[in-house]
T-cell receptor, first 113, second 113 residues
């Protein structure tokens, strides 16, 4: 069973701090990695995508990928109360001649004002 | 309209009812998906259509029946559901099954009584 693992949280950080969200995946063949943000009662929206080892920065967000360790992380700098949400890690992995997007359970982030 | 639109937003149905969920995407994508989101569980992939062909049925019970008449529209027909089928049903689309990222609709909150 191909899996994506995340700590469900809640992860509580003070406003202005760095929030660090982690994700591991089981399938070494996974090729593409995504972080989605989901506010309560809303649908997931894409925050970052990353395809190669290393860091990718977009504003206050940095995604980090280490394929050897099968590990993806998301750093949120200068956390704001509006960042409070559930963050879903997703991987696109080849399977049976096609591809699947597999999601983790999500980490709930609470940014304290 | 842009993006992925789902109707209805909320649905309450009895176990003997028949209803349908509708999804429409205006992004020119070729792949469409149904996911089920239940509390404390990862997003569960139900069905995938790529270029109008069903490429994935993730062992979904036959009381759920998908229909994809064209690349822009996706339906989920529901009949004789069980209370445990109550969940948020999310439609998504992507450029095709191996490219792009998932764009989600706002979801249908289904309650089976």
């Amino acid at each position: 069973q191909k899996e994506v693992e995340q700590n469900s949280g809640p992860l509580s950080v003070p406003e202005g701090a760095i929030a660090s969200l982690n994700c591991t995946y089981s399938d070494r063949g996974s090729q593409s990695f995504f972080w989605y943000r989901q506010y309560s009662g809303k649908s997931p929206e894409l925050i970052m995508s990353i395809y190669s080892n290393g860091d990718k920065e977009d504003g206050r967000f940095t995604a980090q990928l280490n394929k050897a360790s099968q590990y993806v992380s998301l750093l949120i700098r200068d956390s704001q109360p509006s960042d409070s949400a559930t963050y879903l890690c997703a991987v696109r992995t080849p399977t049976s001649g096609t591809y699947k997007y597999i999601f983790g359970t999500g980490t709930r982030l609470k940014v304290l004002a | 309209e842009t993006g992925v639109t789902q109707t209805p937003r909320h649905l309450v149905m009895g176990m003997t009812n028949k209803k349908s969920l509708k999804c429409e995407q205006h992004l020119g994508h070729n792949a469409m998906y149904w996911y089920k989101q239940s509390a404390k569980k990862p997003l569960e992939l139900m069905f995938v259509y790529n270029f109008k062909e069903q490429t994935e049925n993730n062992s979904v019970p036959s009381r759920f029946s998908p229909e994809c008449p064209n690349s822009s529209h996706l339906f989920l027909h529901l009949h004789t559901l069980q209370p445990e089928d109550s969940a948020l049903y999310l439609c998504a689309s992507s450029q095709d099954q191996g490219q792009g990222y998932l764009h989600f609709g706002n979801g249908t909150r289904l309650t089976v009584t």
